[in-house]
């Protein structure tokens, strides 16, 4: 039977029971009796239905490793590093048991991260991260409660506009572009891929008799959202393909004949040609924007144009229906109401 204890120097009431074998002793963060025993008999009442389980005991460094081998496991190798750093970054922080990390904690930890002039939207990834390690830690019955599972996240100041290359600017960058570049350029465009999802591309990925492009899960790497997707080639990206040679693995390969490296295609290819022509907030990650974009003002809808990019929620692909003005006042236009005038 569990009972109510306190301990020496604490204004708080303790509870202290047996379950599955396991000794059970916590706090119940009030000195008010009366609020105490509500949660005795809580407690009291979830061992005799079975459904009170003792949490397991661990350091917090050691689930911080179990938790990285999940994610290293589990997810894209960029998404492994930013948990990799914002966990490093929290239990160097807050070297304590697992079971004392609360709420409070977390809230700290965002303080610091905004006070060392982190940008919104920085936050909330690491608020992001906070919250799936914490669940975890509650499905593997280290915790009873997410200590981050109600932090709220910061407003997005950053939002911007998504930049994207007109039909003069993609006239212009593509004869700057090698045969090599030019034709990931070309291709980028033309499919909305994620530069990560082009790099991984492989020749069982390509379907030259239907004309598709499977973006799946191999050993090592998994698209952004965990979903097989299916793009239907350009006519311009199946000569392309139709022409690459087909003895490597990965459909396309860097120019020393080895896996593409994401950064690389960026820093010491793309950048060159943006430099050169001098054109403005320009990444290889605008060839995706430039893809959407172009979709939404030639009238395609939102929820075909989400499904093609691979985005979890059409509300991510809203950012580019501001440049589609003339098909929302056609749309305005269809209505046909009996509306009397004033």
């Given amino acids: 039977m569990p009972k109510l204890f306190k301990r020496n120097k604490s204004p708080y009431w303790f509870i202290e029971c047996s379950a599955d074998g396991k000794r059970y002793r916590r706090s119940t963060k009030t000195a008010n009796k009366k609020e105490a025993e509500r949660m005795l008999h809580s407690v009291a009442d979830k061992i005799n239905r079975g459904a009170f389980v003792v949490q397991d005991e661990i350091p917090a460094p050691q689930f911080a490793e179990k938790y990285l081998i999940y994610s290293q496991n589990h997810k894209s190798k960029s998404s492994y590093i930013t948990d990799r750093v914002t966990v490093t970054r929290f239990f160097k922080m807050f070297n304590y048991p697992l079971k004392k990390i609360c709420?409070?904690?977390?809230?700290?930890?965002?303080?610091?991260?905004?006070?060392?002039?982190?940008?919104?939207?920085?936050?909330?990834r690491a608020i992001e991260v906070l919250k799936a390690m914490f669940n975890k830690a509650v499905q593997w019955n280290y915790l009873s409660q997410n200590p981050a599972g109600n932090v709220k996240k910061l407003p997005n100041t950053t939002k911007k506009l998504p930049r994207f290359l007109s039909d003069d600017e993609i006239r212009t960058v593509l004869p700057e572009c090698s045969p090599w570049?030019?034709?990931?350029?070309?291709?980028l465009i033309l499919t909305g891929l994620r530069v990560g999802e082009l790099a991984n591309l492989t020749w069982n990925d390509i379907n030259f008799k239907q004309q598709r492009i499977h973006i799946q899960s191999k050993d090592g790497w998994t698209p952004k959202t965990y979903e097989i997707r299916t793009i239907p080639m350009h006519i311009a990206v199946?000569?392309?393909?139709?022409?690459?040679?087909k003895d490597k693995k990965y459909v396309?390969?860097?120019?020393?004949?080895v896996k593409i490296n994401s950064n690389n295609l960026q820093k010491r290819y793309f950048k060159?040609?943006?430099?050169?022509?001098?054109?403005?907030?320009?990444t290889i990650h605008t060839l995706r924007h430039t893809f959407a974009s172009h979709l939404i003002m030639k009238g395609v809808d939102i929820l075909t144009v989400s499904k093609l990019l691979g985005h979890a929620s059409t509300k991510t692909t809203e950012i580019y229906s501001h440049i589609a003005p003339d098909h929302f006042n056609a749309a305005i236009e269809r209505l046909s109401l009996p509306i009397i005038g004033d």
Avoid: C, D, W
């Fill in 103 to 124: 709420t409070l904690h977390v809230e700290e930890f965002i303080s610091s991260e905004i006070k060392k002039g982190k940008k919104n939207s920085s936050v909330n």
């Fill in 181 to 187: 570049l030019r034709s990931i350029v070309t291709t």
């Fill in 238 to 245: 199946y000569n392309i393909l139709q022409k690459l040679p």
């Fill in 252 to 257: 396309f390969s860097s120019l020393e004949g």
């Fill in 272 to 282: 060159k040609v943006i430099t050169k022509l001098n054109l403005k907030n320009v």
